[in-house]
């Protein structure tokens, strides 16, 4: 049986304060159900950074895994753009 794929995010890093641990803001756009007007949401991602690489503004590649914590259940895959 194949493994299904993972969903994965592009976000940025909001906060680094916590030990192994980073905030990540993931925005996304889409138009309004009724007027048809393009609305931006953000959607904040607690996500599991092993080697405490990660900084406030470096722009991550996300993707989903199993709960490793009580709100944690994403990983940092790699960082795209450092701050």
């Known amino acids: 049986m194949a493994q299904r794929q993972r969903r994965t995010y592009v976000g940025q890093v909001v906060s680094d304060k916590m030990d192994k641990t980073v905030v990540v803001a993931v ?36 993707a989903e895994s199993r709960p490793l914590s009580r709100k944690k259940r994403w990983r940092v895959v790699k960082v795209l753009a450092p701050a």
Do not use: M, S, W
């Open 27 to 62: 925005e996304r756009l889409f138009p309004h159900p009724q007027y048809q007007k393009i609305v931006k949401r953000v959607t904040k991602f607690k996500a599991h950074d092993e080697r405490n690489a990660c900084k406030v503004g470096d722009r991550v590649l996300v």
